[in-house]
């Protein structure tokens, strides 16, 4: 019996289940990786995300390689036909994967027709397991955040004193959040020269054309768990302290604030949750940080990510397919290019987001989000743009974050109310509009922030529906003190947007 390992793209880790299966005999176990070029052109995928997860890829095979593990690598078209070859070759019986995040990628595997058999192993990149998610959530009325945040707190004995939160509080919430100050001093991030791997990935890229959204270089991320471990500990010694105070704040040219850039990291596996929020955790002891920063970013990961994973198994399959508001609008152009909008918060996230594959999440959320909802941008054309341009975008992530959080397009199944937003909350939150062509406090002339008509044209197209939420009482109360004619202006505003310059 010979047993191979086939490790994904996603899965660069070398305590994931199926090399861990066979760690004690590894100079006797085949390992492939494959590079598919097909897998690849479904989607416009920004440029350096290619470069991330090939380059990535590749480390990682290469340190298996000095690690005595027998490695091949494919660089291919499809994964059937490397596979095929490999297992004939290595006369394997028995092909181990760890099991998928993506469930479109699970059945991808499922439908392969190989000549052994295909022994999925269960994925350990997250706290909770599928299983256990499930079983909170079946003695629940509410899936809320904060209580399954709670729970994990206990579970893990995080931030706990006994059976108390440290500090007496689960949430510091009250002291985070704080507008952007003039002249705010971001700390500088750690960054990294392309390597020989790395260049030879770009120069590929380039030279196949897979893809021809986002700036390719300068390509700058870690691809190795090493470098990922110096940008976790760079942001707990430079960032951390500041973190909670403003994670909300958006401020231009200044691409990253004092967040953690851990995503992609995390999401390939090259970072495991537990560990970024022990290192979190031990600092909050040895160094004394700040309580608000420190528990707001352990609810990040600890609470959101895993919350955000449970659910997209929790939920079916088709959860992807909803379009609760039965929104049709097109994906507008600018979104692939930001020169063709003049809306400028829109504007320099885009760029940001066509420089470097990332935005912070309030710009994904309260921008990107908050636009293609209030406007009625198809559900599943936004959420394949979001999948295609950010740089720690996979299907498990991108579903309850975009269709749920972001647009809400599930109905309320995630969130409670939409995150639907006014030009008032962008200009407290960045120094956007003092740069913008729109007027922001304006809502009824050609030079008002369409934030604000196309806002108001949301809350009344939908008011039936939104009454249902009893959480959007105080805006819908706030729709009827606005006159007849000025809502009509608003409506009208919001039909003759030109949705490219
Ligand atoms: P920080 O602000 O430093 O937060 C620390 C970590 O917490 C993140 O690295 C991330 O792992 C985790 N986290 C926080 N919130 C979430 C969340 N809602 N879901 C999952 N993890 C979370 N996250 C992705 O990893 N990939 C995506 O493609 C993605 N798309 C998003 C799209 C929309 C519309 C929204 C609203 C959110 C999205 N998020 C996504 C969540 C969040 O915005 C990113 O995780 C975060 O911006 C990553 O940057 P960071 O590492 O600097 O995060």
């Not at 009325?141 to 729970?151: A, G, I, V």
């Not at 390597?195 to 691809?223: A, R």
């Not at 909350?425 to 062509?437: E, H, P, T």
Request: with cysteine; aromatic share 14%.
């Amino acid at each position: 019996m010979v047993v191979g390992v086939w490790i994904l793209g996603d899965r660069l880790n070398r305590l994931q289940s199926s090399l861990e299966s066979c760690h004690e005999q590894k100079e006797k176990t085949p390992v492939i990786f494959i590079e598919s070029s097909n897998y690849v052109k479904q989607r416009p995928y920004h440029q350096q995300k290619l470069v991330l997860v090939w380059s990535a890829m590749r480390h990682f095979a290469e340190e298996l390689k000095a690690d005595n593990w027998q490695v091949t690598y494919a660089i291919t078209e499809d994964f059937a036909t490397p596979l095929q070859e490999w297992i004939q070759k290595n006369k394997i019986t028995e092909l181990r994967i760890t099991t998928p995040c993506d469930r479109t990628f699970l059945a991808r595997i499922q439908s392969l027709s190989l000549d052994c058999k295909i022994t999925l192993l269960p994925d350990n990149h997250f706290l909770w397991s599928r299983q256990e998610f499930q079983d909170w959530a079946k003695s629940r009325k509410r899936l809320l955040m904060e209580d399954f945040y709670r729970e994990g707190r206990k579970r893990f004995n995080i931030l706990m004193s006994g059976k108390d939160p440290i500090g007496g509080k689960w949430n510091y919430d009250k002291q985070n959040r704080k507008p952007p100050k003039k002249n705010l001093e971001t700390p500088e991030r750690i960054w990294f020269e392309p390597d020989n791997i790395t260049q030879e990935v770009i120069n590929w890229i380039q030279e196949k054309q897979f893809s021809n959204y986002g700036e390719i270089t300068p390509f700058q991320w870690g691809v190795t768990r090493e470098q990922a471990l110096q940008v976790l500990e760079h942001f707990i010694t430079e960032c951390l302290p500041s973190f909670g105070t403003y994670q909300d704040a958006m401020v231009t040219g200044e691409y990253t604030i004092w967040h953690g850039l851990i995503s992609p990291y995390l999401n390939l596996g090259l970072l495991q949750p537990l560990e970024v929020i022990n290192a979190v955790e031990k600092a909050y002891y040895d160094r004394e940080l700040p309580l608000n920063s420190v528990e707001g970013f352990i609810r990040q990961v600890l609470g959101w990510r895993e919350y955000m994973h449970g659910l997209y198994y929790h939920f079916d399959a088709d959860y992807s397919q909803n379009n609760w508001f039965e929104h049709d609008r097109p994906l507008p152009e600018f979104f692939w290019d930001s020169s063709q909008t003049n809306l400028n918060c829109l504007k320099q996230t885009l760029i940001q987001t066509e420089k470097t594959g990332y935005a912070h999440h309030i710009q994904r959320l309260m921008i990107l989000a908050n636009f293609a909802l209030i406007t009625g941008i198809n559900p599943q054309e936004i959420e394949s743009w979001f999948h295609s341009v950010f740089i720690d975008a996979y299907d498990w992530v991108m579903q309850t974050n975009v269709i749920g959080m972001g647009i809400f397009a599930d109905g309320g199944m995630l969130a409670s109310k939409p995150y639907a937003a006014l030009a008032n909350y962008i200009n407290k939150m960045s120094d956007y509009c003092s740069n913008c062509q729109y007027n922001k406090s304006d809502r009824l002339t050609e030079k008002a922030c369409p934030f604000n008509y196309f806002y108001w044209d949301f809350i009344a197209r939908h008011r039936d529906k939104l009454k249902s939420l009893g959480r959007m009482n105080l805006i819908l109360g706030n729709l009827k003190k606005i006159s007849e004619e000025d809502l009509k202006t608003m409506q009208e505003l919001a039909q003759k947007f030109e949705f490219s310059k």
